[in-house]
C-alpha cells in the first residue's frame, strides 16, 4: 500500500492545507509566532505518520505516540490561536473538528497495535 494512500494521512494533509488557507486572514504579529508554529507541528505530525507506515510493526507504536503528544500540541496551539483572536471561532471549530478526527484514528491505530501486542506476548508465569 502506498504510504500517501493512508486515510490518516490524507486527513493530516487536508488539514494542512485548511490551515495554509487561513494563514492569509491571521494577524500579522501572530502568523510569523503562533501560527508557523501550527503549521510546523502539523508537518512534524505528517511527517511521524509517514515515518510510522515504513516502519514493522512491532516499532510502530513508539513512533505514533510521538505523532500523539505532537497533535496535542497542535489542539493547544489553535485553542491559543483562537483564545488570542487570531483566528475566529468558526474556524476554530473547523479546525478543531478536522485535529479530533486526525486524533480518533491516531488513537485507533495505537490501540490495534497494543492490542496486537497484547495477543501476541507470552503468558506471564507459563514455561518456555
Known amino acids: 500500500m502506498d504510504e500517501f494512500d493512508i486515510p490518516i494521512f490524507k486527513k493530516n494533509y487536508e488539514l494542512y492545507k485548511s490551515l495554509n488557507t487561513i494563514r492569509a486572514s491571521v494577524p500579522k504579529q501572530d502568523r510569523y ?4 508554529r501550527v503549521e ?6 505528517t511527517e511521524l505518520i509517514l515515518h510510522a507506515t515504513a516502519l514493522y510493526k512491532t516499532e510502530k507504536l513508539p ?19 483562537y483564545d488570542t483572536k487570531a ?5 476554530y471549530t473547523a479546525i478543531q473538528q478536522q485535529i479530533d478526527e486526525i486524533g480518533r484514528m491516531l488513537g485507533g491505530w495505537i490501540k490495534s497495535l497494543k ?11 507459563a514455561s518456555q
Open 33 to 36: 509566532v503562533v501560527w508557523q
Open 40 to 45: 510546523n507541528t502539523n508537518l512534524d505530525v
Open 63 to 81: 513512533v505514533l505516540d510521538q505523532a500523539s503528544v505532537k497533535l496535542n500540541l497542535l489542539r493547544f496551539l489553535i485553542r491559543l490561536s
Open 87 to 91: 483566528i475566529d471561532g468558526k474556524k
Open 115 to 125: 492490542t496486537e501486542g497484547t495477543q501476541n506476548a507470552p503468558l506471564q508465569g
